[in-house]
């Protein structure tokens, strides 16, 4: 299981990283689309616990936020934030 997460978070974190757009929409569905890669590469029951902990982070992500600290260029604040979306998840 935290081999998923660890490669949920690398995935998370390419996707987000990768949008130059910056919009808050894009970076999303960049996120769904990685959680739905990783989901198909697993097992069914791998898959659907992924699946769970990555909508999780979705829901818990803050977009808006995260677009503007990657217009910016806020490394630490674009981490804060993918960060507290684990934590929110975690408990």
């Known amino acids: 299981m935290k081999k998923s997460i660890a490669v949920l978070g690398v995935i998370f974190g390419l996707a987000a990283g990768s949008a130059n757009a910056g919009d808050a929409d894009i970076l999303k569905q960049m996120d769904v ?5 990783q989901t198909q590469v697993q097992s069914k029951e791998e898959g659907e ?6 909508e999780c982070e ?10 503007e600290a990657k217009k910016k260029g806020d490394l630490a604040k674009i981490q804060k934030i993918n ?9």
Do not use: P
């Open 33 to 37: 689309r990685a959680c739905q890669a």
């Open 49 to 54: 616990k992924t699946q769970k902990a990555c």
């Open 58 to 67: 979705i829901e818990n992500t803050d977009y808006e936020a995260l677009s």
């Open 83 to 91: 960060q507290e979306a684990k934590e929110a998840c975690a408990e």
